[in-house]
């Protein structure tokens, strides 16, 4: 008798103590993942490993492209023709390396 008592004691404390345990949501991110825009010089396309495209959103009302490099990561000006011009010959060296 005394164990199913003790034990339904301990289950009660088990639930009161899980009870208060405090939840925090994951926040979302509140800010953009460029704040500064690299506008010029142009970048060759040859120091580019990659280019990694984040779209506007809630947070961000203007899209993100980043371009990582050898030492680095740089955030690029979508509105730049340079930019444009880098993004259609960084797409079609991967297509050829995927073929």
Known sequence: MKLTVSAFVLLICTVALLSTTE???VRPQI???CPYMHSAPA???NKILS???IPAGAYCKREAII???KKRE???DP???WVISLKEEINKRNIKSQQ
Do not use: Q
């Open 23 to 25: 939840v925090r949501p």
């Open 31 to 33: 800010c953009c993942n």
């Open 43 to 45: 970048i060759p396309a």
């Open 51 to 53: 280019l990694r495209f």
């Open 67 to 69: 371009a990582k490099m």
């Open 74 to 76: 740089m955030c690029l």
């Open 79 to 81: 509105s730049k023709d």
